[in-house]
């Protein structure tokens, strides 16, 4: 394991309500960094206006505060790092995609929706077997790989949205080792060339994501296993903009259960049963802190914040560890 501190974060999207996957995430986080002496961070990566909930925010800070896992720095608390909160450090994340830019490592792209839609209805009939943007398809598309430099400068210049793509190298290997699961590795073909820099200015989860780490001095990424495709292209990000050394290390958890309810989702848990909201949530709207009231599930028998007990759930019964006993 690595010997910098340990510094962990919970990055959620305020989308909506906090689940039991999502708090489970961040009880990883914050037991790790309690038994390392490190620093848990509590991160808002806001940056998909179009997903965002009025009131998902304040229900973040909620949750954690009654299940007491109390971040030791936070838009909230604030911290050396500050603003925690992606949508108020958009001004960092443009020198580090036109960085790449400049070294040939990311490129404009004009292409409307338009026309990738009939991109993707092209590959589809040709029953390709990748149906994306990539080393390949970019050289049938508008942008700046196909169009002369001059026009590339032209259309920025009168002002055509565009976004910054990430530009996959065609045929290599991506390599890294997992704590959990050792040597793990991808094909650079199966990867596309993702959105770095949307039109308004603001990141991408991935470049804001990676930026954010890096500049917070993250230590170790812990997050669902159904995250490790993105983990192959945040450490050719990691590459390119020349920070190999300090990756963090990553550190996936395995699904919170199996079988229908697989998927983490609160609508997936609720089909059989299970209460996975710890606050009644009362939907896409403003609400105030004061509206959030426990589910009856977690107020009874799942959580009790008091006595600072948290509660894991088996098939054959229920255990109940305190939070110092776990750290």
């Known amino acids: 394991m690595t010997h910098k501190p340990v510094r962990v974060r919970f990055a959620p999207s305020p989308t909506g309500a906090l689940h039991i996957g999502g708090v489970r995430t961040a009880l990883y986080n914050f037991l790790f960094a309690r038994q390392h002496q490190g620093t848990f961070i509590l991160r808002i990566e806001d940056t998909d206006q179009n997903r965002f909930v009025p009131g998902a925010e304040a229900y973040i800070f909620e949750a954690l505060r009654w299940l007491g896992l109390s971040p030791d720095e936070s838009p909230e608390t604030g ?100 704590l959990v699961m050792g040597w793990v590795k991808a094909h650079s073909s199966t990867l596309d060339d993702k959105v770095l820099l949307k039109p308004d200015g603001l990141p991408t989860y991935h470049l804001a994501n990676v930026v954010d780490d890096y500049l917070m001095q993250i230590s170790h990424v812990i997050r669902g296993k159904e995250w490790l495709p993105s983990a192959y292209l945040h450490v050719l990000l990691y590459d390119f903009l020349g920070w190999s050394e300090a990756r963090p290390e990553f550190c996936p958890s395995s699904p919170f259960c199996y079988g ?65 006993y776990l750290a």
Not at 269 to 281: D, I, K, N, T
Request: proline residues 7%; hydrophobic residues 40%; glycine residues 4%.
């Open 260 to 324: 229908p309810m697989a998927k983490e989702s609160s609508a997936n848990g609720m089909a059989c049963g299970w209460e996975c909201l710890f606050f009644h949530w009362p939907g896409r709207k403003a609400v105030r802190k004061a509206c959030f009231r426990p589910c009856r599930a977690f107020a009874k028998m799942a959580f009790c914040p008091k006595r600072c007990l948290i509660f894991w759930f088996f098939w054959a019964g229920t255990r109940a560890l305190s939070r110092k």
């Open 79 to 178: 911290g050396p790092f500050q603003p925690y909160r992606q949508s108020e450090r958009k001004a960092l994340y443009r020198q580090y995609a036109e960085q790449m830019l400049a070294e040939d490592k990311a490129y404009y792209a004009f292409d409307t929706e338009a026309e990738l839609e009939a991109l993707r209805e092209k590959l589809k009939a040709a029953k390709a077997n990748n149906i994306s943007y990539n080393a390949v398809t970019r050289l049938q598309m508008k942008n700046s790989l196909t169009l002369p430099p001059a026009e590339v400068k032209a259309r920025i210049g009168n002002g055509e949205p565009y976004v910054i793509r990430i530009k996959i190298p065609p045929k290599d290997e991506i390599r890294f080792q997992d």
